[in-house]
């Protein structure tokens, strides 16, 4: 995923001030862990229902069952070190300038409970440095996605189309 990234920018497809990653569930946690480890690389940053504390995740409803999948912050010492090096939650660092980041969850979610959202929100509005927004945006009696009205899916895009474009400086759409 970083690569790709980079790879756009080296080939000037686009500049990291026009790139935004937006990824849920599973893809919540590949935008969270892009965007710690890498905060220069966009301007926007939209994880969704993501699972961002992977030391803690299997404790949580639904996430016992992913252990064979992402293993467990139990298991060893060596295991630990490997999910706290890409757990989202956990490498938040103060004095950073993260991008413009839109959460997202929904209140009724037991798959990826909301507080991954809630935790990973509070840990980048606590450290960030800079002038990007970190907002959070909770869908109220909803939750994983499935399920969700046509009406809520087109307005939880709307909020997602316009901050980005807004926090990329675009003032008119041709």
């Given at each position: 995923?970083?690569?790709?990234?980079?790879?756009?920018?080296?080939?000037?497809?686009?500049?990291?001030?026009?790139?935004?990653?937006?990824?849920?569930?599973?893809?919540?946690?590949?935008?969270?862990?892009?965007?710690?480890?890498?905060?220069?690389?966009?301007?926007?940053?939209l994880p969704a229902v993501g699972v961002l504390d992977m030391l803690r995740y299997h404790t949580f409803t639904a996430g016992a069952g992913w252990a064979y999948d992402y293993g467990t912050?139990?298991?060893?010492?060596?295991?630990?070190?490997?999910?706290?090096?890409?757990?989202?939650?956990?490498?938040?660092?103060?004095?950073?300038?993260?991008?413009?980041?839109?959460?997202?969850?929904?209140?009724?979610?037991d798959r990826v409970v909301p507080a991954h959202s809630f935790k990973f929100a509070a840990e980048l509005q606590a450290k960030q440095a800079g002038d990007n927004p970190v907002l959070i945006r909770i869908d109220v009696n909803a939750g994983h996605g499935a399920g969700k009205s046509v009406a809520a899916t087109i307005q939880e895009n709307v909020d997602m189309q316009v901050f980005t474009l807004y926090n990329m400086g675009v003032k008119e759409l041709k």
């Open positions: 995923f970083i690569a790709a990234a980079e790879y756009l920018i080296k080939e000037k497809y686009t500049s990291s001030d026009y790139l935004a990653i937006k990824g849920g569930s599973n893809g919540g946690l590949l935008v969270g862990a892009v965007m710690t480890q890498r905060p220069d690389l966009v301007k926007v940053a912050s139990e298991q060893s010492k060596e295991m630990f070190e490997y999910i706290k090096g890409y757990s989202p939650v956990h490498n938040v660092k103060a004095g950073t300038k993260y991008p413009a980041t839109m959460v997202t969850t929904g209140d009724h979610d």
